[in-house]
């Protein structure tokens, strides 16, 4: 069974940094692609970030592009996501997703399992 | 970017009756290389993650109860509950992954009348 656990999240001022990690099993965690994707208070679904399986390659939606940094560590099957000079519309819950199917270049993936959430909320 | 814009907002519907809901792409979602549209829907039920419901358009995922169906093509898609379930209240989104980057419908809001 896949599960995907994400921690890291809490109450950081605007400009802060933030660390989000996923620990994940019950599936070749190497060979995957991994998202994450957000969703603010009341809102939709909004992809953030992807990296490819053996991290080499990443995508970043606009709004975070320059400030979010996601990596892997594959021999501990974790993602993160560094979230640096965060602003309050940041503030959201962040789902770590098993990437499913991709295409083009690896960027644009459908999100096959996904965590249960981790809130970061950008406050003073 | 592609929108993705679903249709309605929200909907009740008395238990047992279907549930129709739409998502319009501003452009096509068909994915040349392998001919099928990489359009996607999703459940969330209030208080959780969402959990992949169809894919490439019309595939149910696993464990998906058969109520649940996608049709559509180019940049017109529909998911039908056929009968709904008390179990069912949530809000759907449809995502496509066609063209970078991916991006999801607002979401409908589906409710028992």
């Known amino acids: 069974e896949v599960q995907l656990l994400e921690s890291g999240g809490g109450l950081v001022q605007p400009g802060g940094s933030q660390r989000l990690s996923c620990g994940a099993s019950g599936f070749s965690f190497s060979s995957n692609a991994m998202s994450w994707v957000r969703q603010a208070p009341g809102k939709g679904l909004e992809w953030v970030a992807t990296?490819?399986?053996?991290?080499?390659?990443?995508y970043y939606a606009d709004a975070v592009k320059g400030r979010f940094t996601s990596s892997r560590d594959n021999s501990k099957n974790t993602l993160f996501l560094q979230m640096n000079s965060l602003r309050a519309e940041d503030s959201a819950v962040y789902y770590c997703?098993?990437?499913?199917?991709?295409?083009?270049?690896?960027?644009?993936?459908?999100?096959?399992?996904w965590g249960q959430g981790t809130r970061v909320t950008v406050s003073s | 970017d592609i929108v993705m814009t679903q249709s309605p907002d929200s909907l009740a519907v008395s238990l047992g009756e279907r549930a129709t809901i739409n998502c319009k792409a501003s452009q096509s979602v068909l994915y040349g290389s392998s001919n099928r549209f990489y359009l996607d829907w999703y459940q969330q039920k209030p208080g959780q993650a969402p959990r992949l419901l169809i894919y490439?358009?019309?595939n149910r995922e696993s464990g998906v109860p058969d109520r649940f169906s996608g049709s559509g093509s180019g940049t017109e898609f529909t998911l039908t509950i056929s009968s709904l379930q008390a179990e069912d209240v949530a809000i759907y989104y449809c995502q496509q992954y066609s063209t970078f980057p991916p991006t999801f419908g607002q979401g409908t809001k589906v409710e028992i009348k």
């Open positions: 990296v490819s399986g053996t991290g080499a390659n990443t």
């Open positions: 997703a098993k990437a499913g199917y991709c295409s083009g270049g690896g960027g644009s993936c459908s999100f096959e399992n």
């Open positions: 490439w358009a019309s």
